[in-house]
């Protein structure tokens, strides 16, 4: 392992909490709604954090896979679904990427069409912010919000005094003095271990068709191929492969159903997060996931109370940050008026449509090469 391939220093702590706004509702509403073993589900969700960072080196983030959860949480099914749904995206992923298939997909889909998927989740992100966690306390919740927002204006590529570490105290001194409940805390406290859980046939035939295959467009889009195209941008100095990224992408979900994981996967947002706010080696994903590790092992009891501690309009500011640095991306092909006229296509396509990001990745896909066959032709 290199030298600085891996560090743990303020930068990377504070770049840790950029992808936190994306993951813990999700996580959280998962295990309420879907009867989740708390201790598995954090705890898991931890130790792919920490793989990915000593696999990687750099912040590859693992989220949530969105699709999943979004059909998880409003059609409330139960965790065996959800377990067979992550198994059944993990078999999927593994075939297409020993097959090469992953690869081929990769060379078919355009720049532009990435750039337009990334575009698209910056809107989402940006949107989610501003509409649902900025207003989640009221009044208290725009002032925190607001002085968040400076704080990270002020501060933001600040490398001697991070950002993030300054919003995320002042959410966490809120918490203190006005959310958490000390005794439940205490009382909740406790070891935990992750918990056995058995795939039947008839949870992995369901999570297939009611889980697995919504979630596949959006894994291709964004956590494969928009993801490496991020990796790219921000760390040109370690290439990475598709066929590396959908690998462990399956690995993951063939692993975290057995323990009671939720299904997870890789996300170009949540790269761009961990590093607007700082994160430049997998030293910050890592320090993420034991966060995780440590709510799972010994406050799993409790973590309902534990989590407030990160106010949602606190975790709004930093999604709204993560956004921005997605939509930001786009301007590497914004010297062509076709090529940011379909990055913008594509983005608002995936953004404001049901299944935004597939019908995005083909028509934008299409337009593409039918542009460039009639430029040929000219």
């Known amino acids: 392992m290199r030298k600085g391939w891996i560090r743990f220093d303020r930068n990377e702590l504070a770049g840790a909490f950029g992808d936190i706004g994306t993951d813990l509702p999700l996580v959280i509403a998962m295990i309420l709604v879907a009867g989740l073993d708390a201790a598995s589900a954090l705890i898991m969700f931890g130790v792919m954090q920490v793989f990915t960072g000593l696999r990687y080196g750099i912040p590859m983030p693992v989220q949530p896979l969105k699709a999943m959860a979004a059909l998880v949480i409003a059609q409330k099914l139960s965790g065996g679904v959800l377990f067979g749904g992550g198994l059944a995206i993990g ?92 005794g439940v805390v205490w009382r909740g406290a406790g070891f935990h271990l992750p918990q056995l859980h058995v795939v039947t046939r008839q949870d992995l035939l369901t999570g297939l068709i009611v889980l697995a295959v919504p979630q596949i467009p959006l894994s291709l889009g964004n956590s494969i191929l928009a993801t490496r195209q991020v990796a790219e941008d921000f760390f040109p100095e370690r290439p990475l492969t598709i066929r590396q990224i959908s690998f462990t992408y399956s690995i993951m979900n063939l692993v975290n159903p057995w323990f009671g994981g939720i299904p997870t996967c890789h996300g170009s947002g949540g790269m761009a997060g961990h590093y607007m706010f700082g994160a430049r080696t997998g030293g910050s994903v890592i320090i993420y996931g034991c966060l995780y590790l440590t709510l799972g092992l010994f406050f799993s009891g409790c973590f309902a109370q534990l989590i407030q501690v990160f106010p949602k309009p606190i975790l709004g500011v930093m999604l709204a940050f993560e956004g921005l640095a997605m939509l930001l991306l786009v301007r590497d092909i914004a010297g062509s008026k076709t090529d940011l006229f379909i990055a913008m296509l594509v983005g608002l396509m995936a953004a404001g449509l049901p299944y935004g990001y597939a019908i995005g990745l083909i028509v934008g896909t299409a337009l593409v090469y039918l542009w460039s066959d009639r430029q040929q032709a000219i």
């Open 91 to 182: 078999v999927i992923m593994l075939v297409l990427t020993v097959t090469g298939l992953i690869g081929w997909l990769a060379r078919v889909v355009p720049k532009t069409v990435v750039r337009g998927i990334q575009f698209g989740l910056g809107l989402q992100l940006a949107m989610l912010a501003v509409k649902d966690y900025v207003p989640a306390e009221g009044v208290t919740g725009y002032a925190l919000a607001a002085i968040g927002f400076v704080i990270t204006i002020v501060l933001l590529g600040n490398r001697r005094f991070p950002a993030a570490l300054f919003v995320i105290a002042l959410g966490v001194v809120y918490a203190f003095v006005f959310k958490v409940d000390f």
